[in-house]
């Protein structure tokens, strides 16, 4: 019984579960701070899941199985609590937001690590661009983008973002002022032409027909 009070309420909490986060978060590019930040919004439940399953299997572990089948019996437990974890926390966190919900730079829209998800009717009156973009993965590299944008006042209306085989590419449609349209894609090849591969397809005049 102590040992597993110490297993289930010293290791996991204080080891287990920090190390899986910190690894998670630095492998997916972001930092072992930012894991334990995660790990300090979800322990209560991952506490709960874990417990759920290890308790009752080791109270039936040491209660009613004979020797021979007692280390079987925690690898299919391992299996089984390795299935439920990666199902609630192996993939990356999508972050969705409303429109009204999200304050930034970009006239209300906030982009987030792996997905910016808005979807809005485009303003006629302002020119659209779909910008297709992909290089080698690397931290900051949407930052760099939205920095771009910001800069001529435009604003990222819809993005999606896939990291695959060690390359990101991303897809947005970027709203500006047509009078900075011209500036906008000539500095888009400039600035950021060095750090991925990028090309743009203008659709304001669809836009425009869609808003009517």
Same mark, same amino acid.
């Given at each position: 019984l102590t040992q597993v009070l110490l297993d289930q309420c010293v290791?996991?909490? @204080? @080891? #287990? %579960?920090?190390? %899986? #986060? !910190? @690894?998670?978060?630095?492998?997916?590019?972001?930092?072992?701070?930012?894991?334990?930040? &995660? #790990? !300090?919004?979800? #322990? &209560?439940e991952d506490m709960v899941a874990l417990w759920k399953v290890w308790i009752p299997a080791t109270i039936f572990n040491f209660t009613f199985s004979p020797m021979w089948m007692r280390i079987p019996t925690v690898a299919t437990t391992s299996l089984l609590w390795t299935c439920i974890l990666s199902a609630m926390r192996g993939s990356n966190d999508l972050e969705v937001m409303e429109p009204e919900e999200s304050m930034d730079l970009f006239a209300g829209y906030k982009i987030s690590k792996t997905h910016g998800i808005v979807t809005h009717k485009l303003d006629g009156s302002r020119d659209h661009l779909i910008i297709t973009a992909h290089g080698a993965d690397r931290v900051g590299l949407i930052? +760099? %983008?939205?920095?771009f944008c910001h800069s001529y006042g435009a604003s990222i209306s819809e993005s999606k973002m896939v990291r695959m085989g060690g390359q990101f590419m991303v897809m947005m449609i970027v709203s500006m002022d047509p009078k900075a349209t011209p500036e906008f894609r000539a500095g888009l090849q400039q600035q950021l032409g060095d750090i991925a591969?990028? !090309? +743009?397809?203008?659709?304001?005049?669809?836009?425009?027909?869609? !808003? &009517?």
């Amino acid at each position: 019984l102590t040992q597993v009070l110490l297993d289930q309420c010293v290791h996991h909490p @204080l @080891l #287990y %579960f920090p190390v %899986f #986060y !910190s @690894l998670k978060e630095v492998v997916a590019g972001g930092t072992a701070a930012e894991g334990l930040t &995660k #790990y !300090s919004e979800n #322990y &209560k439940e991952d506490m709960v899941a874990l417990w759920k399953v290890w308790i009752p299997a080791t109270i039936f572990n040491f209660t009613f199985s004979p020797m021979w089948m007692r280390i079987p019996t925690v690898a299919t437990t391992s299996l089984l609590w390795t299935c439920i974890l990666s199902a609630m926390r192996g993939s990356n966190d999508l972050e969705v937001m409303e429109p009204e919900e999200s304050m930034d730079l970009f006239a209300g829209y906030k982009i987030s690590k792996t997905h910016g998800i808005v979807t809005h009717k485009l303003d006629g009156s302002r020119d659209h661009l779909i910008i297709t973009a992909h290089g080698a993965d690397r931290v900051g590299l949407i930052h +760099t %983008f939205a920095e771009f944008c910001h800069s001529y006042g435009a604003s990222i209306s819809e993005s999606k973002m896939v990291r695959m085989g060690g390359q990101f590419m991303v897809m947005m449609i970027v709203s500006m002022d047509p009078k900075a349209t011209p500036e906008f894609r000539a500095g888009l090849q400039q600035q950021l032409g060095d750090i991925a591969d990028v !090309s +743009t397809q203008d659709i304001t005049e669809a836009a425009r027909a869609a !808003s &009517k």
